[in-house]
């Protein structure tokens, strides 16, 4: 799954599981909560920047080992001015003799002044901002996880098959295929989909890789923005819809890019987990479902412990006008989903009931 999508954007918020969870659970028949970080963990894959935080493939480990040196996205050069270089290599020699270990098993060496992020404080222990800096420039990397705990690396143990392996000349040359290929159309707009190439974007990156085949040009009738797709997509084989509703998280690579999604599907689908609760239109965490090729609708739920037993909770159901939605499927759909969750029941509100 991976190797095909080439990435998944991660976030924590878990309601009826993370983001990650859902992205493979839609996609892989048995699924389960948390499977997506034990089977490819250690070894088959790392975590760093591409559409925002993302799980990567393991083989693209040595363009980003390359291109860590620089991270002026990510503040890189404010970070060490807050440490002491000796510290940083203090924290890798401890990942060195303990790893895997996570961040809270670290000796603690001590306080720093926070990192700001639009009101947003970063952590003020130096030793964890230590590890940022390292897993920034890729000096470790997430090997594992123990709950809600990242186990951090160094590269050598983690992903011993890529580590030292080369790496591509140019970053915006590899990087911009892979993106394209990550996101299936690739607006040509400026967006978050962009991340991290924004300059590629608007240098002569773009019209070089078109003319050397690397990726194409994509219109689409009735649409103006331009897009960009992989080399080759239209002789893909595409596969017939199998029946079954899928359950879509809501940074799920087919949802990406909003305006696509409205193109292509009639869909208007806005994540209104930062909203407050006065401005939300549907729910603070809300999912798609896709069905048959369309989104017939979305729903919003959680998984909540009971003395019995976790229990699925749909809270609300709104079938998407003009599409026909199948009951039956929905059905199916929370029931695999209950289970992925680890849920013993279902509970439905008012609006989430069979018609």
């Not at 975590?47 to 393991?58: S, W």
């Not at 440490?83 to 990942?95: H, N, P, S, T």
Request: charged share 30%; proline share 6%.
């Amino acid at each position: 799954m991976l190797e095909r999508l080439r990435c998944v954007q991660l976030d924590p918020l878990d309601a009826i599981g993370q983001n990650a969870d859902l992205v493979a659970i839609a996609r892989v028949r048995g699924a389960a909560r948390s499977d997506i970080h034990r089977a490819l963990y250690p070894g088959h894959a790392f975590e760093h920047f591409a559409k925002e935080r993302c799980l990567l493939p393991a083989s693209a480990f040595p363009a980003y080992r390359d291109r860590a040196i620089e991270t002026p996205w990510w503040r890189h050069s404010e970070r060490m001015k807050k440490l002491d270089k000796g510290l940083v290599q203090d924290v890798l020699q401890e990942v060195e003799a303990r790893g895997p270990i996570s961040a809270r098993a670290l000796e603690h060496r001590g306080a720093v002044a926070p990192m700001d992020w639009a009101g947003w404080k970063g952590t003020s222990s130096a030793t964890k901002l230590a590890l940022e800096v390292l897993w920034t420039r890729c000096e470790v990397v997430v090997a594992g996880r123990e709950g809600r705990d990242k186990l951090y690396d160094v590269p050598a143990r983690a992903l011993p098959d890529h580590h030292q392996a080369d790496a591509p000349t140019d970053f915006a040359s590899w990087a911009l295929p892979e993106r394209a290929r990550a996101a299936g159309l690739l607006s040509r707009a400026s967006g978050p989909w962009w991340s991290m190439l924004s300059e590629a974007r608007t240098d002569k990156t773009v019209e070089r890789l078109l003319a050397e085949g690397s990726i194409e040009a994509v219109s689409i009738e009735g649409v103006k923005r331009p897009y960009l797709g992989p080399a080759g997509f239209r002789e893909w084989k595409i596969e017939k819809p199998d029946g079954v509703m899928r359950i879509l998280g809501p940074l799920d690579p087919v949802l990406w890019d909003r305006a696509l999604v409205r193109d292509l599907f009639g869909f208007d689908y806005v994540w209104e987990v930062y909203k407050p609760k006065a401005e939300r239109k549907y729910g603070w965490y809300v999912c798609p479902l896709y069905h048959l090729g369309r989104l017939v609708g979305r729903i919003e739920a959680k998984v909540e412990a009971t003395d019995t037993g976790s229990v699925l909770v749909v809270d609300r159901l709104w079938r998407e006008p003009g599409a026909s939605f199948d009951e039956d499927a929905f059905d199916d759909a929370l029931e695999r989903h209950a289970k992925a969750c680890g849920a013993s029941s279902i509970k439905r509100g008012r609006t989430a009931r069979r018609r």
